[in-house]
Each structure stands twice: as C-alpha cells, then as structure tokens.
C-alpha cells in the first residue's frame, strides 16, 4: 500500500483480555518495526523484523506480548491477559531495508485496557 | 540515565522567533542522527538528518557534537504550524532499532 495501515485505530478491552493489533507495512519493505507510546513519553522500540524472522525482540516488556511476520509483510502483535499499564498507543514502523534507517509509522492503535 | 535525553518543554516562543532544542546521548558508540516531529495524536515523521558537520533545511538546523555527545535543532522564524513535539533519535549500534528520545514540545503563539 501506499502507507503503514494499522488496525484497529483503537481498541478498548478489559484487563485479562487477549489482544491482536495488526500492521500492513509499505509493499516491498522488508523491515518492520513495532513501537509503544505512552502518554508524554517518546516512542519506546519493542520488536524488529528482517523478513519472516525477529531479529531484534529485546524490548517486549515480558512474556505476555509476542508479535509474528510469518509471511515477510503483514505482522500481528498479540498481548495476552492485558493489563491496565499495557495502555498506549502501539506503532508500527516499516524501511525499505534495514540500514535505510528512516522510519515510515503507521498511525498507531490506541489501546485502552479498562 | 535513559538512553536519549531532551527537555520535555513546553516551549513557548511568538511567531518568528528563533528557538532551539537539545538532545544528549549516552552511547558514545552511535552512529545516525535524526530529528522528527509527532503532531498532537499523529505518528512521528522525519523531519532532517543530522550530520556531523551539521547541515541546514530552510528554517531548520541541526548540529551534532560527538565529543559531547550532543544534537540540537535550530529554528529560526518559527510558524504557528511549528507547534508539535520535536523526538530526537538515535541509532543503537548493536542493531537497526532506533532510541527516541522522550520529545521537546513546542508551542508557537500569534
């Protein structure tokens, strides 16, 4: 496409709920990026992609989150029995390839856990 | 210490003044620099790259100073439609995730 999608823009759900939220990053990119931002803080990185596999998932808060690319484009980040301090918005970032180095962001899904 | 470090802000300057924001870095061993600008509830774009010998876009300059492991963004003139947070972002060498810093927000008044 022609840019990062994101889906769903937002999402409310209750604490101990599994969640899903999805990125279709921008066609022929091979990396992609998953980001949380919490309010009046900065982007905070969580997982990066090179093709199919994570080469980076340093930064997944725990157990409970885990994201997949089986196919080399669309990913899907999954959080398991959420908690209210999983509340943020969840980017999604995709380059062209992984020196490129400049980041293009999906606008985000707003995740609220009640 | 966090990785990327900016003044939260807010600042508040009139149209046409000049501003400038500062970032500091703690890993002495990184190598791309970068500034981008998040609108209110949007997603963070590219503003500029910052080069070593620093480098100019319009209104806009950057500098980086390795020594002191230290980037700043000028903006001379500033437009009501400069109002948003300012990320400055690092490259981590281990790999090809960026570190952003936690955002300068500007507020630029008629």
């Known amino acids: 496409g022609a840019g990062v999608s994101q889906t769903p823009s937002n999402k409310v759900t209750e604490k101990g709920k599994y969640v899903e939220l999805r990125c279709d990053p921008i066609?022929?990119?091979?990396?992609l990026y998953w980001y949380r931002q919490s309010l009046g803080q900065g982007p905070e990185f969580l997982i990066y992609?090179?093709?199919?596999?994570?080469?980076?998932d340093s930064g997944l808060p725990n157990d409970r989150f885990f994201a997949v690319r089986p196919e080399g484009s669309v990913s899907t980040l999954k959080i398991q029995r959420t908690e209210r301090g999983d509340s943020a918005v969840y980017l999604c970032?995709?380059?062209?390839?992984?020196?490129?180095?400049?980041?293009?962001f999906g606008a985000g899904s707003r995740l609220t856990v009640l | 210490r966090k990785e990327v470090e900016q003044d939260p802000g807010p600042f508040n300057v009139p149209e046409g003044a000049t501003v400038a924001f500062n970032c500091t870095y703690s890993?002495?061993?990184?190598?791309?620099f970068f500034w981008y600008r998040q609108d209110c509830r949007k997603e963070p774009k590219l503003l500029m790259s910052?080069?070593?010998s620093g480098n100019e876009d319009g209104r806009f300059t950057a500098q980086l100073n390795r020594a002191s492991q230290y980037i700043s963004l000028l903006i001379r003139d500033s437009k009501l439609s400069d109002s948003a947070t300012y990320l400055c972002?690092?490259?981590?060498?281990?790999?090809?995730?960026?570190?952003f810093g936690g955002g300068t927000r500007l507020m630029v008044k008629p």
């Open positions: 970032a995709s380059s062209l390839n992984p020196g490129a180095n400049v980041l293009t």
């Open positions: 066609s022929g990119h091979t990396a």
């Open positions: 992609f090179q093709g199919t596999g994570a080469a980076d």
């Open positions: 890993n002495s061993a990184s190598q791309s």
């Open positions: 910052v080069y070593s």
């Open positions: 972002v690092v490259n981590k060498l281990a790999g090809n995730m960026l570190t």
